[in-house]
């Protein structure tokens, strides 16, 4: 079959209005209306043309990702796109670049910690790139003294860099703060006096994160004038005295909060793209099962298939309604910090934290399952699937490694329940543990398979195994006589408590998302079952912790898999039209085995021409090397 819709038999299988559940996917119809105009946009420019990304050698690409981000600046200047549309179209731009950092923390930094007076001055040159910024926090080596390494954007471009550094007045070390420095000359683009600054080097993958300048910096008695600390949170006089703000330190950490937010958002873009591609392959793919001369089987109904794909498709909706819960959390601490109510910003770090942890974990690992769910072509740069991994893997480290993120929930957890003694009622993610006598000793109340079907049995479960799981941590670090020995020696079991919190809240969110009014033929009843197949995926993953702590019994457990095969089942006549509710276009997906219309094996065929390997027959080489040892074998053979 050659041209047409290859899928189209697999999209009339839809039992629910798609353009409706493109709505609930984008957020609102504006959010739809926007992301659309703008991914086609992008999608209709050749200038954004980014398949031979793999090809280039490291300046080409890095000099391609500078013309892109000049040309985007430059569209975005002429169409007048509002901030909202030039970070779509960024997004849809679809390359790391140091703009990612100049927008997405250089100017929250300042928005964050800076004082009024520092954001009048600074915030106008940022958002017109009369300046361009980076976020310097990691170093080299261990403490804020050695050099800065990691930071994107500083590398090459950055003309400026908020840098996290210690603090030290009158021989007092009043540790980290951040500071506004300038790097390069605005006229010639040389380091300043004193600053020694360059890229890191090659990372993993070809093309991939090595589109974005990570850079290192060295100070050697660089001057920073004091009005470029900022401020907000503590101040210098002109004297030299350092005072405190009525505010809690932390805030200096408040970007982190910020990007964390926007990395979980961020998750289910990126597991959405892998997914799309791996379930429009496995619905093309035809492999063994053929029955009296009939067609094969479509890979996409294979049970082993449909259990690896369908709770990654699920994943991806359960991160896109907690990062959008996230998004509200973040908008509702900031409003709130600036009327000085600083009483959610734990649980706000918390979550954000956790959540990043967890999101980017199953993001990396879903990724690389989508590229084995499209067996051996899943592994060509044409599907898309290695270049997407090779950027995203380091979500798990970047704005902090996710074990050092699942320690600190841990830590806020621990905290929540000592808390709990003298009488504090714990509120908004943490509440349950209010309930933590009834949920030391509930028994779950399953006794047919679709007894897992409703929201209070599994909201209990994972409730009651989250609070066990903490409860037993806390019991077994009051052993410890010294607490910081405990945490160190239990923070195994320590991590896993926070991972089953941070389930809680994303199973917790996706219902409460399934609570709300969402219009739509069949739409709600298709999330109900991708809502039932998150939960009881992870449900079943984590057996082993629901059983050993007794919430749940091992003939719940199997009724609990018997009940995920049924919604598989379900799944499955809807998985196209699921992923094509992510309306990605051919060029944001960049995968052939992904494309629209599913006529991948002409199109893998004509890409194989297209390597430059192929431009001639015989290979640069040959005569070299090849020849002269076919010419030696020929001749001792004739021996
Ligand atoms: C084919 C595809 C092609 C293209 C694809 C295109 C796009 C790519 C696709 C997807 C990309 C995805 C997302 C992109 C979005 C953005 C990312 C872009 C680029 C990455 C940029 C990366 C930047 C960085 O990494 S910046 C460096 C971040 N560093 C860290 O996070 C370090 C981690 N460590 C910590 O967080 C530590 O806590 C600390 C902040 C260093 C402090 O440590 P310290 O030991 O001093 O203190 P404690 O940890 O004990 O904490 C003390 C106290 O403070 C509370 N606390 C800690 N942190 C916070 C906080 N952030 N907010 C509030 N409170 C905080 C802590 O709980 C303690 O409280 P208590 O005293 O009450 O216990
Ligand atoms: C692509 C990329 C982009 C980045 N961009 C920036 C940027 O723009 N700006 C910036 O400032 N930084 C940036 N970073 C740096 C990043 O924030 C750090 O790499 C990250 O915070 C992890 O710190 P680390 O590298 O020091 O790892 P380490 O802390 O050395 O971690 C090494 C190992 O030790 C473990 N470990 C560490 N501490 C503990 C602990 N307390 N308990 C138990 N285990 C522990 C970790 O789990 C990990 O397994 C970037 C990094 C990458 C990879």
């Given at each position: 079959m050659e041209g047409g819709d290859h899928l189209?038999?697999?999209?009339?299988?839809?039992?629910?209005?798609?353009?409706?559940?493109?709505?609930?996917?984008?957020?609102?119809?504006?959010?739809?209306?926007?992301?659309?105009?703008?991914s086609k946009l992008v999608a209709s420019d050749p200038a954004f043309r980014k398949d031979n990304r793999p090809m280039l050698s490291r300046k080409e690409l890095f000099k391609n990702t500078l013309r892109k981000a000049a040309y985007a600046w430059k569209r975005i200047i002429e169409l007048r796109l509002s901030e909202e549309e030039a970070s779509k179209l960024r997004f849809y731009v679809d390359e790391p670049a140091f703009t990612d950092l100049h927008w997405g923390m250089f100017l929250p930094a300042i928005k964050g910690q800076g004082t009024e007076e520092q954001q009048q001055k600074w915030l106008p040159l940022a958002y017109k790139m009369q300046i361009i910024g980076c976020y310097a926090q990691t170093e080299l080596g261990h403490g804020s003294n050695s050099s800065k390494w990691w930071p994107g954007g500083l590398g090459k471009i950055s003309t400026h860099a908020v840098v996290y550094a210690r603090l030290i007045t009158d021989g007092q070390d009043h540790g980290v703060h951040g500071f506004i420095v300038q790097l390069r000359s605005l006229d010639d683009h040389s380091p300043l006096p004193g600053i020694t600054v360059g890229d890191i080097g090659m990372k993993f993958g070809n093309g991939a994160y090595n589109t974005m300048d990570n850079g290192v910096l060295r100070f050697d008695h660089v001057r920073i004038p004091r009005d470029q600390m900022l401020m907000k949170v503590s101040q210098v006089s002109r004297e030299g005295k350092y005072s405190q703000s009525n505010v809690p330190r932390q805030l200096v950490y408040g970007t982190m909060v910020f990007v964390r937010q926007t990395i979980v958002a961020d998750a289910s873009c990126a597991l959405s793209r892998a997914v799309c591609i791996a379930t429009r392959y496995s619905a093309v793919r035809r492999q063994f099962g053929s029955q009296n001369g009939g067609p094969e089987t479509q890979v996409i109904d294979y049970k082993t298939q449909q259990s690896r794909l369908f709770p990654l498709l699920a994943s991806a909706y359960a991160f896109r309604f907690?990062?959008?819960?996230?998004?509200?959390?973040?908008?509702?601490?900031?409003?709130?910090?600036?009327?000085?109510?600083?009483?959610?910003?734990?649980?706000?770090?918390?979550?954000t934290a956790?959540?990043?942890?967890?999101?980017?974990?199953?993001?990396?690992?879903?990724?690389?399952?989508?590229?084995?769910?499209?067996?051996?072509?899943?592994?060509?740069?044409?599907?898309?699937?290695?270049?997407?991994?090779?950027?995203?893997?380091?979500?798990?480290?970047?704005?902090?490694?996710?074990?050092?993120?699942?320690?600190?929930?841990?830590?806020?957890?621990?905290?929540?329940?000592?808390?709990?003694?003298?009488?504090?009622?714990?509120?908004?993610?943490?509440?349950?543990?209010?309930?933590?006598?009834?949920?030391?000793?509930?028994?779950?109340?399953?006794?047919?398979?679709e007894d897992w079907l409703k929201p209070a049995v599994i909201l209990e479960a994972f409730e009651a195994r989250s609070a066990r799981m903490s409860v037993a941590c806390a019991k077994n670090l009051s052993k410890f006589t010294n607490p910081e020995e405990g945490f160190a020696e239990l923070s195994g079991d320590l991590v896993e408590a926070a991972i089953a919190h941070c389930q809680l809240i994303i199973v917790s969110k996706f219902i409460e998302k399934l609570q709300q009014d969402i219009p739509g033929k069949g739409v709600k009843q298709q999330l109900g079952v991708l809502c039932n197949i998150y939960a009881l995926f992870l449900l079943h993953k984590h057996q082993g912790d629901f059983l050993s702590t007794g919430c749940i019994t091992p003939k719940q457990a199997y009724l609990a898999n018997e009940q995920l095969r049924a919604l598989y089942s379900q799944a499955r006549p809807n998985a196209i039209a699921l992923v094509d509710a992510f309306n990605y276009t051919d060029h944001y997906l960049g995968s052939i085995l992904g494309c629209y219309d599913g006529n991948v094996y002409p199109k893998l065929y004509e890409a194989a021409w297209k390597d430059p390997l192929n431009d001639s027959v015989v290979p640069d080489g040959y005569r070299e090397y090849i020849w002269p040892m076919l010419k030696q074998q020929l001749r001792t053979a004739r021996l």
């Open positions: 189209a038999h697999e999209r009339k299988k839809a039992q629910f209005d798609v353009e409706a559940m493109k709505i609930v996917w984008a957020g609102s119809r504006h959010a739809f209306e926007v992301s659309d105009r703008i907690v990062g959008e819960w996230l998004k509200w959390l973040y908008t509702d601490v900031t409003q709130r910090l600036q009327a000085n109510d600083f009483s959610t910003l734990p649980e706000a770090h918390a979550c956790g959540l990043k942890s967890l999101t980017t974990a199953a993001t990396a690992d879903g990724i690389e399952e989508c590229r084995k769910l499209c067996g051996g072509h899943g592994y060509l740069c044409s599907s898309g699937l290695p270049e997407l991994f090779a950027v995203y893997v380091p979500a798990c480290t970047y704005e902090g490694d996710n074990t050092v993120l699942l320690l600190q929930v841990a830590r806020f957890l621990v905290k929540t329940l000592s808390q709990l003694g003298s009488g504090k009622q714990p509120v908004g993610t943490t509440a349950y543990m209010g309930q933590v006598e009834h949920l030391m000793q509930c028994h779950c109340n399953v006794q047919k398979a």
